[in-house]
C-alpha cells in the first residue's frame, strides 16, 4: 500500500472525526460570532477591509492560538491512550505518515473554522463598507477585498503553524488531561516567551535593527503581525513599511511547522517505544 | 511501523514439537533502568499454534508481546521474524483496547481493513467476533467485552502471520472469553501464529497448544499444557503455575489476588501440588 494512499486515509478518518464532534461546531460559530461583534463594534464593517484588519490583528493573535489547542491537544494522546497508536503500529503505517495526516486534517479544521469565520466578515464588509474597496486591481493605496483575502491566507499561515506547535506539545506528556495544559504551555512560551525575549533584547541593545527584523519573522505571533503589516496593511501607505522581512516571516512560520512536526515524529516514536 | 531486530524471511526455525517458528527469540533481555523485566528468554513462536504466556501481574506479558512486536526495542537479544515478506506482518490486541468513539463497528473496521493489501470481507470478520448485529453501532455506545472483540477483530485482520492478543478474554463474559479463544484456535490452524498473555488458566489449558510461564527473571516453564501437567504431576494448568511460580513474583498483588481467575483455582489441590517438582527451570 502506497504511502499517499495511507496518509489519505489518515486524513479522511481526522476530517470525518472533526465532522463528527459537535464541540467544533460550536467552536466555529463562538469564533465566527466574536469575530463579528469585533467587526461590527470596531467600526471596520462600516469603513472597510483594511480598517477590519486592523480591529481583529490583536483578537486573532489571541484567538488562533486558541482554536489551534482546542482541535489539536487532544487528537494524539487520545489515540496513543485508546491503544490505537500501537495498533497503527502493526500496519503499513509509518509515525511521520500518522503526525502528518493528523496534522493535516487538524489544520484544515482550523482552516474550516478560522478561514470560515474570516470569510463571513469579509462578506458583511462587502455588503456594509464604502463603495470603493469594490476594487480589485490597482497601484496601492485602494483597500480592496485581495488585501482582506491576503490577510485570512496569511492568518492561517500563522494558525497552522500554531497546530503544529500544539501537537508536539501534546505527545510530550503522558495524558489527555495534561496535554491541554502542555499545548496552552507550549503556544504561551513561543507567544509570550518569544516576545518578552525579544523585548528584553531590544531593552539590553542585543538586537540592532537589521537583526531585530530578522529575529521577529522567527517569533509565530511577530511574524504574523509582521506579514499583516507588510503585505495587507502597509499597502496603503507605501514607504512606510519595515517592521519585518516579509521572506524571513514565512520562513519563520514553516520552520515552526516543519520543525514541530519533526519534533512530534521523533517524540512520538519514543512514546510508542 | 513496525520493526525487528532482525528479520530473516530466508530462515526457518523449528520449534521442540517440530513446528516452524515464525519468530524466535535469543537471549531475550528487558530492562527499565535498574528494573529487570526479564532475562535470556529464547522463545521459538510457531506457526499454526497458540502460544499462550501467563504468568504474575506485573511480570512481564505485555512488555514481552510488545517486544516481539518491535514495539518495545530489547536491553539484549533478538527477535527474528522468519514469516511471509507481508505488508502487515503481526497483528495486535492491546491490554485496553479502544476505537474512536464517532465511529460505527462497521466504520472502524472499514478504516482499518483499507490499511491493509489484502482485500478483507469485514461482514465475515464482523460475524466472527459476534458484533455483526452491532455493526451500525457507535463505539461509544459499545460494552468494554464488545470493544474487545472489536479490537480482536482489528488484531486478526488481513490475516497477519502473527497476532498478539495482551488479554483477550478480559473482561468479556465465560462464553464470549470461550468464543474469541475459539475464534483464534480456528485462526491458528489456519496457519496463524497466536500469541496470547493470559490469567484465564482454563481457557488457556483448553486451547493453548504451548503455554509459557513466565516469573520474576524470566521463564519459569514452558511446554504444551499436557506435557507441563504431567511433568508437575499435576492436576490442571492452574496446580502447574500455583508451583512454577515464586510467590514473591510479580508486582506482589499478583500472586494473592492478581493473576489467575478464581474459577481457575481449585483450592483443595494447593497441597498436592505442592509435593511436586520444584525445578523453575523448564524450557528456559
Known sequence: MSSLAIISTLIRRELRTAARTRGYYLLGIVVAGTLLGLTVSGGGAATGYIPTVVDLLLPLEVLVPAVAVAIGYRAIPSDLGRGEVAMLNTYAVSPSAYVGAVYLGRAAVLSAIVGGALFVVGLVVAVAAAPDTGVFATHSGVDSPILFARFLVVTLLFGNAVVAVVLVASIAVASTRTAIVAAIGAVLVVVVGGEAAILLGVLDGVFSEATLRLVLGFIPNSAYRGLVFETVVGVLSPGASGYASPLVSVAGLLLWTGGSLGAAVGLLRWRIE | MTNFDSTDSQQHHATGDGATAVVTTTGLTKAYGDRPIFDDVDLDIAAGAMTAV???????????????????????????????????????????????????????????????????????????????????????????????????????????????????????????????????????????????????????????????????????????????????????????????????????????????????????????????????????
Request: net charge negative; glycine share 10%; proline share 7%.
Open chain 2, 54 to 284: 501467563i504468568g504474575p501481574n506485573g511480570i512481564g506479558k505485555t512488555t514481552l508481546l510488545k517486544t516481539l512486536l518491535g514495539h518495545v526495542d530489547p536491553t539484549a537479544g533478538t527477535v527474528t521474524y522468519t514469516g511471509p515478506d507481508v505488508d502487515r506482518p503481526m497483528g495486535y490486541l492491546p491490554q485496553e483496547p479502544a476505537f474512536r468513539p464517532q465511529f460505527t463497528v462497521s466504520e472502524t473496521v472499514d478504516f482499518y481493513a483499507s490499511l491493509v493489501d489484502a482485500a478483507v470481507d469485514t461482514e465475515e470478520l464482523l460475524c466472527e467476533v459476534n458484533l455483526y448485529e452491532a455493526r451500525n453501532r457507535r463505539v461509544s455506545a459499545l460494552s468494554g467485552g464488545m470493544r474487545r472483540l472489536l479490537a480482536v477483530g482489528q488484531a486478526v485482520l488481513g490475516t497477519p502471520p502473527v497476532v498478539c492478543c495482551d488479554e483477550p478474554a478480559s473482561g468479556l463474559d465465560p462464553s464470549m472469553a470461550q468464543q474469541v479463544f475459539e475464534s483464534l484456535t480456528r485462526r491458528a490452524a489456519d496457519g496463524m501464529a497466536v500469541v496470547v498473555a493470559s490469567h484465564t488458566l482454563s481457557l488457556v489449558e483448553m486451547y493453548a497448544d504451548h503455554v509459557v510461564i513466565l516469573e520474576s527473571g524470566g521463564v519459569a516453564a514452558a511446554g504444551a499444557p499436557t506435557d507441563l501437567i504431567g511433568r508437575y504431576d499435576a492436576a490442571d494448568l492452574w496446580a502447574v503455575y500455583d508451583a512454577a511460580i515464586d510467590p514473591a513474583a510479580g508486582d506482589g498483588s499478583a500472586t494473592t489476588v492478581g493473576a489467575p481467575r478464581r474459577g481457575d483455582k481449585p483450592t483443595d489441590q494447593d497441597t498436592a501440588v505442592s509435593g511436586g517438582p520444584t525445578d523453575s527451570g523448564g524450557d528456559r
